[in-house]
């Protein structure tokens, strides 16, 4: 079993070929990166808390709500929290 494990171990992963800057924006010095997770968390969960307090009559055939708003609810929530973590390392 521990064999196994680190043949598996061995395989190499690879990351994307992504720059780190695709969009040629340069961010000012005094202006951190999780500041920016944390600013773009808390804009998606002010979208998702509209989205789910304003349900329109009839969406698609159905109504209600489904999974997916919570799921999106709480993917922004673990984005404001990722920024966070982020920010305690950098300070």
């Known amino acids: 079993m521990a064999s196994a494990a680190k043949r598996l171990m061995k395989i190499p992963i690879p990351r994307p070929a992504v720059p780190k800057n695709v969009s040629g924006i340069e961010l000012p010095a005094t202006v951190p990166e999780s500041l920016v997770v944390i600013a773009l968390g808390a804009l998606s969960t002010v979208f ?38 982020r920010a305690g390392e950098e300070m």
């Open 48 to 85: 998702v808390l509209i989205r789910l307090i304003s349900v329109p009559d009839e969406f698609f055939g159905w109504r209600g709500r489904g999974i997916g708003i919570f799921i999106s609810l709480l993917a922004s929530l673990i984005v404001i929290v990722a920024g966070l973590l």
